[in-house]
């Protein structure tokens, strides 16, 4: 299925999903222990705690807020994202599992985007947090769907990540985008793998097993 028909969650399946998958994360960092909120994960310098505070700042932020944070930032999109993501993850671990219950079932984004990016960041990042943990957490296959097609269409807000050379096939519900050697996977392989994710989209994959659902080293 080359397109978006029967692709995109409406409205309220999508925020349901958003909720659960904020409820569940949430109840997952209350269980952490001092030294798993400080664990590093595949986010740059980011440690969990730092993962756990961006988590919420979307739904939190204001338009006002935004604006002073990026000109604290020198205009610079990327160094904002992560500057407050490390500033809020200073708190302490219980205010950042608050700010997480807090946003459950709010229905803002952060400014800029859309519904589909919350959907996006929570599914990814949630990911983040559990494979660091060396946790296992499941990922909705519609939503992980909903997810890969709004990276693979994205225009605004940019791309961050290079879309792979490559055909890519969900082997565990309909989905299909590209062009070249084929790729098979999970559709949350193929979504950790276009947002930049290759060796968590790998260790999904070998969760999934069986030959089909192998990642190439290169793409």
Known sequence: MDGVTGVVLDEDRCWQVVDRERAS????LEGLS??????PTGCGDWRVRDV???????????????LG????????????IHDTAVREG???????????RSIIGSRRWAPGTTRREALLDILVHGQDIALALGRTRAMPPEAARDA??????????????????????ATDIEWTRGTGKE???????????????????????????GQEGRLPETL
């Open 148 to 169: 890969c097609e709004r990276v693979w269409t994205m225009r605004f807000p940019p791309r961050p990540w290079p879309l792979p050379r490559a055909r890519l096939v």
């Open 52 to 66: 756990a505070a961006h988590v919420s700042a979307g739904a939190r932020f204001g338009y006002g807020t935004v």
């Open 90 to 100: 200073r708190l302490p671990a219980e205010q950042i599992v608050a700010h997480l």
């Open 183 to 209: 790729v098979r996977g999970p559709v949350a392989a193929l979504l950790l793998l276009l947002t930049g994710r290759p060796d968590a989209a790998r260790v999904w994959c070998e969760r999934d097993g």
């Open 25 to 28: 994360l949430a109840e997952l």
């Open 34 to 39: 001092a030294e798993e909120w400080d664990t």
């Open 69 to 80: 944070e990026l000109l604290r930032a020198r205009g610079s999109f990327d160094r904002m």
